[in-house]
């Protein structure tokens, strides 16, 4: 969540503009009675009404940049407790990020990653969806070794995230890397 919405400065901000807005709306319709005119006082209306109207739109734009901005801010938490979990041979915590397609949710068989110890995880490239802020692609490499073989081997992991709207959480589509 992002540092003003927490403190409510964000709603302040909000209140300030339409304190600002009422008084130069004031203002108008006060110069439009000055000219004693109907057909004038209509348009002073009329133009307030264009204007907190726009004022509008900017706050709701100024929303939706929060909101896009909070889920950046999630995808970055999120992509680095996964990589944590992955360095530290969490497997069965880094499973948790994965979008599940099996209705039961079970884990997979962690076994096969026993033995791998991650040396390293490096992001190389982090592309999000500008249009929608809700898929993101990564490459990161990952160096590794089994305790059987100590010969450390480097792999390249093609990462495909998802938002969830409902759940307001980011999950990995394509699952636990492979390791040879």
Known sequence: ???EAQTGKCELKIIKRLESAHLIIEQ???VDLRRDKKK???MGKLKCSVFILVLLMFGCNGFQFQT???KVTLFDKTT??????IRWGE???AFTFIKSSDQNNELPDIEEYRDVRV????????????ESISIARRVVDIQYYRLSNVTVKNMRNQQIWEYNEEEDRWYLINGLPVFE
């Open 119 to 130: 040396s390293a995880v490096r992001v190389k490239n982090t592309v999000i969806d500008k």
């Open 91 to 93: 497997f069965e915590n």
């Open 68 to 70: 896009d901005r909070q």
């Open 40 to 42: 004038d006082v209509k």
């Open 1 to 3: 969540m992002h540092p």
């Open 28 to 30: 108008m319709i006060k």
């Open 80 to 85: 680095r407790a996964y990589d944590l979990a």
